[in-house]
């Protein structure tokens, strides 16, 4: 008998989701800083064996006020993980507070029959005391199906809600080729790196005014014969000023962020990159809807 399943993480930003589901998968498909609203995609990762495939899918964390079209596009994301779930990962961690009429606990109180995991992360922060009034207190509010405290970012407890997971998969077909490792291209995968190091390197508001899209990615070779991928890739700012920013002093912010980007990108594709870095003005583009879509915001 063959199982699989959709597994649909949610939680609010910078609760661990993207590091759960890279420890899940084995794999790192997922950005991961220490700054929210990191993940702004739908991104599926996918999990095979013999018998099962789990296809999971990390979400962005859920912006209680939008202030852009972006943000309602990333909390729609959010709405279709809990319409095409057949097990649901609610990550949080102890100390975060959530009201009643938070949307989050509306939507976990209608999940319906479907398995429903708390998930509760960064354990290796807390006492045990804290842990297990922590979980008492969310089963005396949810009815959740299984409760598991884990640390995703050390792999604890890991390998045990991966277990739980499996067990309630339904019995289902392959839906992903089981050499696939997740649903989208590599070129998706780039742009991402190059975001992450946007995030790690400058302040503020500048990575929030930011995309990345990779104009070229062209497989070649080395005047020696080795294997080299050739990226060019465009930074897009919201204001004229941030350009400056992006770049820094006599380019010097923006090679730094290339070199970065390079070798995140080698480890990534496992082969030798060369990796060229533009800086474009777009205004406004967190509220152009043609350009959000062209951003692959769908």
């Known amino acids: 008998m063959h199982r699989s399943g959709f597994v649909n993480i949610i939680g609010r930003p910078n609760v ?92 976990l109180k209608k999940v319906g029959d479907i398995p429903l995991f708390l998930v509760l992360n960064k354990i290796d922060l807390h006492s045990q005391e804290k842990i297990l009034l922590a979980i008492q207190e969310w089963n005396d509010r949810i009815s959740f199906t299984e409760t598991i405290p884990i640390s995703a970012l050390h792999k604890q407890n890991t390998d045990q809600l991966l277990k739980l997971v499996k067990g309630k998969l339904p019995e289902g077909p392959e839906y992903y080729p089981k050499d696939q490792l997740t649903d989208r291209p590599e070129r998706f995968f780039v742009s991402e790196i190059i975001r992450e190091k946007i995030l790690e390197q ?64 080698e480890a990534f594709l496992e082969q030798k990159v060369f990796l060229e870095l533009f800086v474009k003005i777009k205004d406004n583009w967190r509220d152009d809807e043609r350009t959000l879509k062209h951003f692959g915001y769908n």
């Open 202 to 265: 400058y302040e503020q508001e500048i990575p929030y005014f930011t995309e990345v899209g990779v104009t070229e990615f062209k497989e070649t070779t080395t005047k020696s014969g080795e294997p080299l991928v050739r990226i060019h890739a465009t930074i897009f700012v919201g204001r004229r000023g941030h350009k400056g920013i992006i770049l820094g002093k006599q380019g010097r912010a923006i090679k730094r962020l290339g070199t970065a980007a390079r070798k995140g990108i």
């Open 16 to 107: 661990g989701k993207s590091t759960l589901m890279n420890a899940l998968v084995g794999e790192r498909m997922s950005i991961i800083t220490n700054k929210p609203q990191t993940t702004r995609h739908r991104i599926i990762g996918i999990l095979s064996g013999d018998d099962f495939q789990l296809v999971f899918s990390d979400t962005p964390g859920i912006i209680r006020d939008p202030a852009y079209k972006m943000h309602e596009i990333m909390n729609s994301y959010v709405k279709s993980t809990f319409e095409d779930a057949d097990i649901m990962l609610f990550v949080t961690e102890i100390g975060e507070k959530f009201a009643d009429d938070d949307p989050i606990i509306q939507r």
